[in-house]
């Protein structure tokens, strides 16, 4: 099988397939695709898949896929949160460019702070 991404070792998905698994209309196969890709996926990686309001969004459904790495998503979206960087009633209404640029702010200061 060719073009299948690095982190998506443990299956067999082009990346083509995983992209549309990760607009899937299901909710939860929404939500099975996003944690892999958020287990798994390098920092930088995941964010070339996923907006910020695509995890918000399926937040409840996402989390329970990301077995070792929960703690750190847990701990990442309170930290942007108390810090005002996270707002998550304001994502719902959000434009693409705004979620982008909001994504942007929150991810570089996660890299500075996260845990080295």
Known sequence: MSERPWFLWSVEVTEEVFRERLRDEDPA????????????????????????????GNWENIQRHFGR?????????DGWR?????????TDAATD???????????DAATDAAPK
């Open 29 to 56: 196969i929404r939500a099975q695709w996003q944690g892999l890709l958020m287990r798994e996926a390098r920092w930088k990686e995941i964010w070339q898949y996923l907006r910020l309001r695509d995890v918000l």
């Open 69 to 77: 790495k929960r703690e750190f998503w847990v701990w990442l979206f």
């Open 82 to 90: 108390s810090d005002g960087l996270l707002d998550d009633a304001a």
């Open 97 to 107: 460019a705004a979620t982008d640029a909001a994504t942007d702010a929150a991810t």
